[in-house]
C-alpha cells in the first residue's frame, strides 16, 4: 500500500530468470504505472501483450496507459476485443477490468445509458455467477456508481445504489480493505443508511486505535478521509472539506489501497465541494492544476468552465467550447 517502489524493486529481482514469460510484463507494469513512469509501463504491458495476447494484467496495464493519455475510445476498443480472455478471471478482476470499460465510456461523454449497459450487464451480473466473491463486484461497482453521482448522472441508474447499499449493509462486508470501507460509507449515508454508516465509521476509528503508532500516523489520513466521505454522503460539503483541510490530493492517499484511476474520483469530490461551498478560486486553482495531466477530459474542463462563469470570467466561454468539442470527440 502507497509503495509502488517496493513492488518494483521485487519484480525486478526475478525478472532476469523470467523474460520469456508474459506474467512478469503485468507485474512490472503496475508500479511503474503508479510512479509516473508512462513511457516505461506501456513497453512493459506490450512485452507481456506480445508473448501472449491472452495476459489479463498486460492487457490491463495498457488499458491504463490508454486511459492515462485519454484515449478512451481506443481503451473501450481494446479492452472489448479482449474481454473474451476474461472468463476464467476472478470475480474482481473481471469486473475491475470492466470498471474500466464503464469509467472510459463516462469519461469520454459516451451516452449514460452505455455506462448502465456495462454496469448491469458486465459489473452487476457477476453475481450470477455461484462462485462470485460480492465484496469484489461491489468495489468496482460502487468506484463506478460515485463517478457517476459525481457528473450528477445518478437518476438514469434508479435504485442501483440503493440495491448496492443495500448489500453492503452486512458487517461480513466490512474492514476488508479501506478503499472499499470509504466506498461503503458514502453510499451508507448516502441512501440515509445513516446507523450503520455510523457503525462503520466507529469501527475503523477502534481499528485505527488497535494499530502501533507508526501504522496510526500512516492510516490517520485514510481515517479523515472516511470521516469526510461519511459527511459527503450526508450533503455536509462544508464539514467534509473542513476535515480534508485545504490541501487535499488523492493522490497522496494510495494507502487506502487504490491506484492513481481509483483516487481520481475523490479529487473530483473534492473540486464539487469546492464550487458548492462557494471556495471558487481554491476549486480553479486545483482544477488547472489538473487539467496538464488530464487534457482530454471534458469533465475537468466542465468543472473549469462552472468556476470560471462563477468569478465572472470572460474565459467561461472559451472553456466552455473547450469541453464541447472534447464531449464530442470520443463517442458521439
Known amino acids: 500500500m502507497d509503495r509502488p517502489d517496493l513492488s518494483l524493486d521485487l519484480v525486478q529481482q526475478v525478472l532476469p530468470r523470467n523474460q520469456q514469460e508474459n506474467f512478469i510484463y503485468g507485474m512490472l ?26 495476459d489479463v494484467w498486460a492487457q490491463h496495464a495498457l488499458c491504463h496507459v490508454l486511459q492515462y493519455k485519454c484515449q478512451y475510445k481506443e481503451a473501450v476498443q481494446f479492452m472489448e476485443e479482449c474481454s473474451n480472455a476474461w472468463s476464467s478471471c476472478s470475480s474482481f478482476m473481471l469486473t475491475h477490468n470492466w470498471w474500466h470499460v464503464a469509467v472510459c465510456y463516462l469519461e469520454g461523454h459516451s451516452p449514460i445509458t452505455k455506462v448502465r449497459e456495462v454496469y448491469d450487464h458486465c459489473i452487476w451480473k457477476e453475481l450470477e455467477r455461484t462462485d462470485a ?12 456508481l460515485l463517478r457517476v453521482f459525481v457528473r450528477g448522472k445518478l437518476d438514469i441508474f434508479e435504485d442501483r445504489l440503493k440495491v448496492l447499499a443495500a448489500s ?79 490541501d487535499f490530493d488523492a493522490y497522496s492517499f494510495k494507502i487506502i489501497g487504490a491506484s492513481d484511476e481509483q483516487l481520481d474520483v475523490f479529487n473530483e ?30 469533465f475537468l474542463w466542465r468543472l473549469l ?21 472534447l464531449e464530442t470527440a470520443y463517442f458521439n
Open 29 to 54: 507494469a503496475f508500479p511503474l504505472l503508479e510512479l509516473g513512469r508512462m513511457a516505461d509501463a506501456e513497453d512493459a504491458a506490450k512485452k507481456g501483450f506480445e508473448i501472449n495476447n491472452q
Open 133 to 144: 466473491i460480492a465484496v469484489e463486484v461491489c468495489l468496482n461497482a460502487l468506484g463506478l
Open 269 to 298: 469530490v473534492w473540486y464539487t465541494m469546492l464550487l458548492n461551498t462557494g471556495q471558487v478560486t481554491k476549486a480553479i486553482e486545483s482544477i488547472e492544476k489538473q487539467i496538464p495531466k488530464r487534457e482530454g477530459a471534458p
Open 168 to 246: 453492503l449493509s452486512d458487517q461480513a462486508n466490512w474492514f476488508m480493505e479501506w478503499h472499499l470501507d470509504l466506498l461503503i460509507l458514502w453510499a451508507l449515508a448516502f441512501t440515509e443508511e445513516l446507523p450503520k454508516a455510523e457503525d462503520l465509521l466507529n469501527g475503523l476509528k477502534f481499528r485505527l486505535s488497535k494499530m502501533n503508532k507508526k501504522k496510526q500516523q500512516i492510516m490517520q489520513r485514510a481515517m479523515l478521509l472516511a470521516e469526510a466521505m461519511y459527511e459527503y454522503g450526508r450533503g455536509n460539503e462544508k464539514q467534509a472539506l473542513e476535515i480534508l483541510g485545504p
Open 305 to 325: 468552465e462552472k468556476g470560471y462563469k462563477l468569478t465572472g470570467r470572460q474565459e467561461a466561454a472559451t472553456i466552455g467550447e473547450r469541453a464541447r468539442l
